[in-house]
């Protein structure tokens, strides 16, 4: 059964940094590109961050380039995502994803096939 669990959310004032961690089970988990997906309040779901198998690319959607880091550790089956710079727009459900093909690359229209159930940011004053 392949599991994603989030965790590394919390409340933290604008400027700041959180570092979101999601464990995966259930699969190879170095075989699969892997992303970071968002949905803020009463918004709809936006893509964050990606990144190949090997961890040899890095993706980010414009809003996040520079602040976040996307990162994994394969014999930890464990992906990073460092958030600095925080701002009030950064406020979501952060939830992990896993990509559907065993390519172990990110195309941008890759589909996805397994959900972490999240773990919130807010960032507050």
């Known amino acids: 059964e392949v599991q994603l669990v989030e965790s590394g959310g919390g409340l933290v004032q604008p400027g700041g940094s959180l570092r979101l961690s999601c464990v995966a089970s259930g699969f190879t988990f170095d075989t699969y590109a892997m992303t970071w997906v968002r949905q803020a309040p009463g918004k709809g779901l936006e893509w964050v961050s990606a990144i190949n198998s090997g961890s040899g690319s890095t993706y980010y959607t414009d809003s996040v380039k520079g602040r976040f880091t996307i990162s994994r550790d394969n014999a930890k089956n464990t992906l990073y995502l460092q958030l600095n710079s925080l701002k009030t727009e950064d406020t979501a459900m952060y939830y992990c994803?896993?990509?559907?093909?065993?390519?172990?690359?990110?195309?941008?229209?890759?589909?996805?096939?397994?959900w972490g159930k999240g773990t919130l940011v807010t960032i507050s004053s």
């Open positions: 994803v896993k990509i559907r093909d065993s390519s172990g690359y990110w195309y941008g229209d890759s589909g996805m096939d397994y």
